[in-house]
């Protein structure tokens, strides 16, 4: 079965600083896709990047990006110039291509900003 | 359009209880999933349905969780007989349209069991 693991349960950032959050998981499969999904305090569940698995060049989203590493099975959120609304804990997530269509969730990691 | 909507927001039973939640999804969207979450974790898979179809049942945790979805749009995930156990909050998300794989979540229903 696919298991996605976050390492790091709480991390913290000063305002307009780079902060990585760190991802691993486990598959047999080749194709697929990764999520980083963000959870503010009122609990709705925001998708922020998602990777396609077939794709050799690393997501990104304005300040979000992703280093995406198959052979490893990492896939790390680098989050630039942190702001106050980047709060929030975040989750890394997988979905076969095919097949299941649920999310593995990891158990997330609890982002703080400093101001 | 609108997101997706769950309801009610909160509910507190009382153990031995049966409750019901209810989630309406994107309009037009032809799957659904149930996940459950507990304090401090990440979501877990429950139940999926693409149309009114139950395609994946693997997550429902006991014969006590039912869940529905009988014209393919609303869902309601029911728990009968609740226990302390069943405490947790209950995500729904939706997906469909151009990218299929992402899923989009309700705000969840709040589950506490006394």
């Known amino acids: 079965a696919q298991t996605v693991t976050q390492s790091q349960p709480e991390m913290s950032v000063q305002e307009a600083e780079t902060v990585t959050l760190s991802c691993t998981y486990d598959?047999?499969?080749?194709?697929?896709?990764l999520f980083w999904y963000k959870q503010p305090p009122s609990r709705q569940m925001i998708l922020v990047i998602r990777?396609?698995?077939?794709?050799?060049q690393n997501a990104t989203e304005n300040r979000f990006s992703v280093n995406f590493q198959k052979a490893a099975k990492s896939f790390s959120l680098k989050i630039s110039d942190s702001q106050l609304g980047d709060a929030a804990m975040y989750f890394c997530?997988?979905?076969?291509?095919?097949?299941?269509?649920?999310?593995?969730f990891g158990q997330g990691t609890r982002l703080t900003i400093n101001p | 359009g609108a997101g997706v909507s769950q309801s009610p927001r909160y509910k507190v039973a009382k153990r031995g209880q049966d409750v019901a939640l209810r989630c309406d999804p994107i309009?037009?969207?032809?799957?659904l999933f149930w996940y459950q979450q507990a304090l401090g974790q990440g979501p877990e898979f429950l139940t999926y349905?693409?149309?009114?179809?139950?395609?994946?049942k693997s997550g429902l945790p006991s014969d006590r969780f039912f869940a529905e979805r009988p014209e393919g749009s609303v869902s309601t995930l029911k728990i009968q007989r609740t226990q302390q156990e069943d405490s947790a909050v209950y995500l729904c998300?939706?997906?469909?349209?151009?990218?299929?794989?992402?899923?989009?979540f309700g705000p969840g229903t709040r589950l506490l069991v006394l």
């Open positions: 309009s037009g969207h032809v799957s």
């Open positions: 998300a939706s997906s469909n349209g151009e990218n299929q794989e992402t899923q989009y």
């Open positions: 990777q396609e698995a077939y794709k050799q």
């Open positions: 598959t047999s499969e080749s194709d697929y896709y």
């Open positions: 997530a997988y979905r076969d291509y095919q097949g299941a269509q649920k999310l593995v």
């Open positions: 349905f693409q149309n009114e179809a139950q395609l994946d």
